[in-house]
C-alpha cells in the first residue's frame, strides 16, 4: 500500500506542467529578478541564442532583455488567451498586463518539448 501512494505522489510530481504554465513561470521568474530560474525554463536553443553576439550586443544579454519585456518587473498578472500544442512543438498566447494599466495583448510565445518538459524558445 505504502508503494502504490509513494509511486502515485512521484508521478504526480514528475508529471510535466503545461506549455501555458511554464509561459507564466517564465515571465513571472524574469519579473522578480529570478534571471537563473527563468534562464532554466529556456530550451538549448533559445539558450544559444542569449549567449551570442546578438543578444550581448543588442539587448544587454538575458538580463537587459527580460528587463525591457518584463517593464523593469511591473507586470502584474499574465491572462492565457490560447494554447495549441502539436506534437512536441506548442504556441501559448497570453495577455500581460503591467502596473502602469498597459498591457500586451497577444503576445505570443514559442514552446518546445525537450529533455522531458516544456522549454521556452525553438
Known amino acids: 500500500m505504502a508503494v502504490l501512494l509513494l509511486a502515485v505522489v512521484v508521478a504526480a510530481v514528475m508529471r510535466p506542467s503545461s ?9 513571472m ?3 522578480d529578478g529570478k ?9 538549448k536553443n533559445a539558450k544559444d541564442n542569449f549567449k551570442g553576439s546578438l543578444g ?3 539587448f544587454g544579454g538575458f538580463k537587459g532583455t527580460m528587463d525591457i519585456i518584463t ?3 511591473s507586470i502584474t498578472s499574465i491572462e492565457p488567451v490560447s494554447e495549441a500544442i ?8 497570453v495577455t500581460i498586463h503591467f502596473k ?5 495583448e497577444k503576445d505570443k510565445t514559442s514552446v518546445i518539448w525537450e529533455d522531458g518538459r516544456w522549454r521556452i524558445g525553438q
Open 29 to 31: 521568474a524574469a519579473n
Open 100 to 104: 502602469d494599466g498597459s498591457k500586451r
Open 71 to 73: 517593464k523593469h518587473g
Open 86 to 93: 502539436r506534437g512536441e512543438g506548442a504556441t501559448v498566447v
Open 56 to 58: 550581448q550586443i543588442t
Open 19 to 27: 506549455p501555458t504554465a511554464v509561459v507564466k513561470s517564465f515571465y
Open 35 to 43: 534571471y537563473s530560474e527563468a534562464v532554466g525554463m529556456l530550451s
